[in-house]
């Protein structure tokens, strides 16, 4: 897959640029137009646009028909990451100072704004018939209302202290699921294959959980482009191995790491982070997240049986490169 | 005026309401839906959907059909007070704490986007063609990406101790003007009146921002629902006063006055604000802004001479309307 993505990205790379650009020229605005491209220049793997691309390739669709809306689904998940940052409090994103950390918290929400819009506006202005559009503005809308959804839900359960796997799940199905999905149903969409949308989005609530606690595990152990290891843990994130590690530790360690994630972020030390990162060993809770996204992988291969042989190879292949990335 | 909105308020405030309750249900996540909520009931003067209701009253079209857009424009202004509130560090808005103040920052800027996309689901679902939705697609994403250029341009001139009238005419037109002419702009295309849009959009740049002017004026004069006079003063806002006051005042004076504005606001005290009153006082500058909106005004009715009679007599009692409001 990582070779099918590098080959996406050197055919079509520069092709998703300039949508991009087109839509948001680099010069315009002071602390606008540059203040989004500081951040998009940060890098990002672009794995959504590529889907985009990949989807529709697979079914054998022209993938320049794709491109708008593939540039559209890079630009709304750095929407949602710029807004985000500001929301959780990371100073640092992709190695770099996180856009309000550069710009302000105010630009940094304008910024976000203006974005979010300029997602329609690729939309609206692709060479797209009517009725393909207003399919993709349905998807997208739905999506975006439940990514807020699933983002609300992270942030009440940041304050629990008996979080269950069960709330865990539906969360990151809202806050991540959904919008790893869109690239894919937006594809099948100009695609001219809507009949597909059904499955896709059944693969989509498999992996797309499979990709986050993948990306819990890497916060410990490569760290997410945000200077430091432990950054979930300095922001107090219920992720599924706290989840898990509650339901099996003592009760005097449960408190212990529920002082420390509940600490305000500047006051977490290394040593806390060891600690907690220590009890997740003992109990085992970063194997249980392997294998939780090791076995959501293996029942995404379940829904891809019946789809197209190109499209089931492509996805199983992606299935399995979200959960072995190493960033 | 006043009595057309409230003849319209009384027949169709209940059906506004219904649209914004079935987009978004009181009831539903925690610190999302209720948020939306303490916000919306907080009041507001409905302004924009019942613009949107009688434009396309006037226009002899089914009113019933405008409904969903016309919930969709207060839904997009009350977006967009959200977020301003967290980047203006407004603190109080139509006399109760701004969202972001009650729930947090994280949630404002969450709950914001959420309603957002709201905007985009209320046109999607409603009965219109597929054309229809699409223009007002259209619309709506150009008025959005107007109003973030404009925000921006507002806080890039905060920092400014020389603004000028021609950067302050520029800022307030896409800041104020475009989203304010949007209700009109859609009513008319649900109207079926296309051909409209060009000398409603006219309109709408002369009484825009007569509004924004009349709007500055309040924060001196009865406050603007945010518990206090001169607020504006506080957040350092250079209103058509500023430009106007420092072009005509003494150097010692010109120092003064920007060390007052640019003090973070909490520093800022009655004296200060006193102190600024009185220097706008003493060139002039209230008098100067209440000119100049009296005469956007009268250029508006230029703009409608040519539209058909009963949109021109909503439109030119509306533009009154604008800058004798009292709130």
């Known amino acids: 897959m990582i070779e099918e993505v590098e080959r996406i990205l050197r055919m079509?790379?520069?092709?998703?640029?300039?949508?991009?650009?087109k839509a948001i020229p680099r010069k315009g605005t002071p602390n606008l137009n540059d203040a989004v491209w500081y951040h998009m220049d940060?890098?990002?793997?672009?794995?959504?646009?590529?889907?985009?691309?990949?989807?529709?390739?697979?079914?054998?669709?022209?993938?320049?028909k794709v491109m708008p809306f593939a540039a559209g689904c890079e630009l709304l998940h750095n929407w949602l990451l710029v807004h985000d940052d500001i929301e959780d409090g990371d100073h640092v994103r992709r190695d770099k100072p996180a856009l309000w950390v550069k710009y302000?918290?105010?630009?940094?929400?304008?910024?976000?704004?203006?974005?979010?819009?300029?997602?329609?506006?690729?939309?609206?202005?692709?060479?797209?018939?009517?009725?393909?559009?207003?399919?993709?503005?349905?998807?997208?809308?739905?999506?975006?209302?439940?990514?807020?959804?699933?983002?609300?839900?992270?942030?009440?359960?940041?304050?629990?202290?008996?979080?269950?796997?069960?709330?865990?799940?539906?969360?990151?199905?809202?806050?991540?699921?959904?919008?790893?999905?869109?690239?894919?149903?937006?594809?099948?969409?100009?695609?001219?294959?809507?009949?597909?949308?059904?499955?896709?989005?059944?693969?989509?609530m498999k992996v797309g959980p499979a990709f986050q606690i993948a990306d819990d595990l890497l916060d410990l152990t490569e760290g997410k482009g945000r200077g430091e290891i432990g950054s979930d843990i300095k922001e107090g994130k219920r992720s599924i191995m706290v989840v898990h590690c509650s339901s099996k530790c003592s009760s005097g360690e449960r408190k212990r790491m529920f002082e420390i994630l509940d600490k305000p972020r500047e006051k977490t030390t290394k040593e806390d982070i060891g600690y907690v990162k220590a009890l997740f060993e003992k109990y085992g809770s970063l194997d249980y997240a392997r294998q939780k996204a090791r076995s959501l992988v293996d029942e995404s291969a379940q829904t891809t049986s019946s789809m197209p042989a190109e499209l089931r190879s492509m996805l199983d292949d992606f299935a399995r490169y979200l959960i072995e990335r190493k960033k």
């Open 42 to 64: 940060s890098g990002g793997k672009r794995v959504r646009p590529v889907l985009a691309i990949l989807t529709c390739e697979a079914l054998g669709c022209d993938t320049n």
């Open 12 to 21: 079509k790379g520069k092709a998703i640029e300039k949508e991009l650009e």
């Open 104 to 204: 302000g918290i105010s630009h940094g929400i304008n910024v976000g704004d203006f974005m979010s819009l300029k997602v329609v506006e690729l939309i609206l202005n692709s060479s797209l018939d009517d009725k393909t559009k207003l399919a993709l503005f349905g998807e997208t809308a739905e999506t975006c209302v439940k990514t807020a959804e699933g983002q609300t839900m992270d942030m009440n359960l940041r304050g629990q202290r008996n979080p269950s796997e069960k709330d865990y799940m539906k969360m990151i199905e809202l806050k991540t699921a959904w919008y790893l999905t869109l690239p894919m149903v937006g594809g099948a969409i100009i695609a001219g294959r809507t009949d597909l949308v059904p499955k896709i989005k059944e693969f989509g």
